[in-house]
């Protein structure tokens, strides 16, 4: 009796896989086709990728670069804090 249980099961998951399979079919034959020659190939698609993705990082090491010049600035500065008075130092 659990087999039938387990059976009925199946066919249902199976069922629904064909309806899933059936609709991603439907969903892709409505767009429209771009012929290769003028699609990018997918180096190109990798290349313009990797060219973003370094100049993210050069603004980004920029940025830390700037930071970090800021954060020593105003260690010195408090360094001198301890020997200075203070309104000398503006």
């Known amino acids: 009796m659990a087999s039938s249980g387990y059976l009925q099961a199946a066919m249902l ?3 629904v896989q064909l309806l899933c399979l059936g609709a991603a079919d439907a969903d892709q034959e409505t767009g429209t086709v771009i012929p290769a020659e003028s699609r990018p190939c997918v180096d190109c698609h ?3 990728f990797m060219q973003r993705a370094l100049q993210d990082l050069k603004k980004t090491a920029f940025n830390l670069d700037a930071r970090t010049e800021t954060l ?4 010195e500065r ?3 804090c301890d020997c200075m008075p203070t309104n000398s130092l503006r």
């Open 78 to 80: 408090r360094a001198l």
């Open 13 to 15: 998951l199976l069922a």
């Open 46 to 48: 990798a290349f313009e």
């Open 72 to 75: 020593v600035l105003r260690a």
